[in-house]
């Protein structure tokens, strides 16, 4: 998902903890056949999902996400919404003022020709009827025989579904007049893992799924174009820029197009159509064929068209940078709201400017990386993605600039996390995505407090060190839904520095880093730990005869140091609030960590200039 208020706003490792052991993983692999009616925005759907018990347990029952059900008025993501201090904008109509807002829900205006919904016709367990209830936007089944460990087990379902009024994510003719943004559209099995299920309701964010094979049918109007996750089966049969054109089309006759998508190894899949895309398609060199579906306005076509091969150069940064992009294709789709992240594709809104069409562009694209291919569960780590895709997202702009400046890069994110630290209202980022008190605490806690868990790990253990826990991470945890530990793991086994404190103080607490430089006399120089957070220090020091020295204090539960050119002192212990140590010559002036990697929240006791 976009970041959407900080527009406006804004070696070995010595450790005996057991890595998280991937022995299972559950299968799906989900056959749906799909006759979209465009008059009225409703579907029929028929699905056929396999799905195989990997894990050690029998299972007695079995839960589906029914997600389209959220935008109905009266439901948990309408009354939050109404409850909620800083509600999504998007969300909302404001009927007051901006000083003095009222909000509305949007949710509660919605008409019955409006909502969205999945309506079960009917499911069966291997060819017999099944009981099943459904409550909010979770669908669960009482097995008529259990799920044995290691059996498969068939479900065949009917359903069917009415594509909501464009209120978040997923729907109908949104602001941008795209009609259909088929998000969260079909009922999808949740996912068990080792902590057990994970059938949280739809209330506001985000997606955890199982991984498997999608085989997907949509019969819809022929003037509309698809685009969305998976490989087109029959390009020669739909057209719409996906032929190849040096072959004949075989275009059925008929109202409807017939497209068929296969999918493999995903744990979603997204489509959007309209019946003004243009289509345009482009090679990555040696990869991914990248599809461009926009509407076709002067605008909109004018910034695309320009947006293009800076997506392809996007593309080969992240492949380089994290690792290869695994699927054969990415589709860039104009629909959505802001912007949002799918298998092999995005939905993004199209007709801003072009730097936000851009900057939206880099971010989601990250995200296949993060939210696609590691997959850790959005719904409790949501750091890990959206932090994480926003780190990369930062550097990837830094670094394509064609004119670099020396601003330092993370400028605005140590600033808008310092906003959060001092506001009372941060709450640790173990807590439950749909839980926090405010958006706000959620959004810069996820996407900017989990942005500098990189950022700082880099200030930690080396930026070299940081560049190759992030490939190590990428090509060890691809495909297995990591977890926190496995990221602290892997930069520990990369520098061989232990990180337990770094990744229990920063994410599972609200401790703030704040050191002081407390005196100089001479050549003694003595600092003070302030803040509850203990840290590693950097340390310049300019000597009164004009010359300087990098000084490197290791934070003694670390057991380890980083790569440094700077001269290392002995261990500060997290139990000493002070440090004093002796300089080899008279010292004019002492400043903490000049890279402002550290997220110290008082910088104004970072220098000591001797008068
Ligand atoms: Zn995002």
């Not at 309506?119 to 367990?125: A, E, N, R, Y």
């Not at 940078?321 to 799918?342: A, H, L, N, R, V």
């Not at 770094?502 to 994410?507: A, M, S, V």
Request: with cysteine.
């Amino acid at each position: 998902m976009k970041k959407y208020i900080f527009i406006t706003l804004s070696l070995l490792s010595f450790s005996i903890i057991a890595q998280k052991n991937y022995t299972w993983q559950q299968h799906v692999n989900y056959t749906m056949d799909i006759e979209m009616n465009v008059e009225n925005y409703q579907f029929d759907g028929k699905q056929k999902l396999i799905y195989t018990n990997n894990s050690p347990d029998d299972l007695q029952f079995i839960f589906y996400h029914l997600q389209f059900n959220a935008f109905q008025p009266g439901s948990e993501m309408d009354i939050r919404l109404q409850n909620i201090v800083d509600p999504d904008g998007r969300m909302v109509n404001n009927m007051g003022t901006k000083e003095n807002p009222i909000y509305e829900s949007r949710i509660s205006k919605l008409k019955p020709n409006e909502i969205g919904f999945q309506k079960i016709l009917s499911l069966k367990q291997n060819g017999k009827p099944v009981n099943y209830e459904i409550m909010g936007t979770i669908l669960k089944v009482t097995l008529n025989t259990p799920i044995l460990s290691g059996n498969k087990a068939t479900f065949e379902m009917e359903f069917k579904g009415q594509v909501p009024i464009q209120i978040r994510r997923s729907g109908r003719n949104n602001k941008e007049g795209v009609a259909l943004s088929m998000a969260q559209w079909y009922p999808k099995m949740a996912e068990y893992d080792e902590e057990g299920w994970h059938a949280n309701a739809y209330i506001a964010r985000e997606f955890y799924g199982v991984w498997g094979d999608f085989d997907v049918t949509i019969h819809i109007d022929k003037n509309y174009t698809v685009g969305g996750t998976g490989y087109l089966q029959n390009p020669q049969e739909v057209g719409h820029g996906y032929e190849d054109t040096s072959k004949k089309l075989k275009i059925p006759k008929g109202e409807k197009l017939t497209w068929h998508f296969k999918a493999p190894k995903v744990h979603d899949f997204t489509w959007a159509a309209d019946k003004d895309y243009l289509h345009d398609i482009k090679q990555v060199p040696n990869g991914a064929t990248m599809h461009f579906l926009y509407k076709n306005k002067p605008k909109t076509v004018e910034n695309w068209k320009k947006m293009e091969d800076e997506a392809i150069k996007t593309m080969i940064f992240y492949n380089d940078y994290i690792g290869e992009y695994p699927y054969k294709q990415y589709s860039i789709i104009q629909g959505g709201d802001g912007g949002m992240e799918y298998g092999m594709c995005t939905l993004i809104n199209g007709d801003g400017r072009y730097s936000s069409i851009v900057g939206t562009m880099k971010h989601e694209m990250a995200h296949s990386w993060f939210q696609f291919v590691l997959a850790s569960n959005e719904i409790k780590h949501a750091w890990m993605d959206e932090g994480f895709t926003s780190y990369i997202s930062t550097i990837a702009r830094h670094e394509m600039k064609e004119e670099k400046d020396d601003t330092f890069i993370f400028d605005r994110t140590y600033k808008t996390y310092n906003y959060l630290a001092t506001s009372g209202k941060e709450e640790p980022l173990t807590t439950q995505a749909d839980r926090y008190d405010t958006n706000m605490a959620y959004s810069i806690g996820s996407y900017v407090k989990g942005q500098i868990f990189l950022s700082q790990l880099g200030y930690i253990i080396g930026e070299k060190n940081l560049e190759k826990t992030i490939k190590k991470y990428y090509n060890d945890f691809k495909f297995k839904h990591p977890t926190p530990n496995d990221i602290k793991r892997t930069a520990e086994k990369v520098s061989g520095i232990q990180l337990d404190w770094y990744l229990n103080e920063w994410i599972e607490t609200i401790h703030t880093i704040d050191y002081a430089v407390k005196s100089v006399d001479d050549k003694e120089i003595s600092l003070a730990r302030v803040g509850q957070m203990p840290m590693p220090i950097d340390l310049t020091v300019t000597y009164t005869d004009g010359t300087v020295e990098n000084f490197y204090i290791p934070l003694q539960m670390m057991l380890g140091k980083k790569p440094t050119s700077a001269k290392a002192l002995n261990n500060w212990s997290w139990g000493n609030p002070t440090y004093t140590f002796l300089a080899s010559k008279s010292v004019k002036k002492v400043e903490i960590d000049s890279s402002l990697l550290m997220a110290d929240i008082d910088r104004s006791n970072n220098i000591f200039e001797v008068k």
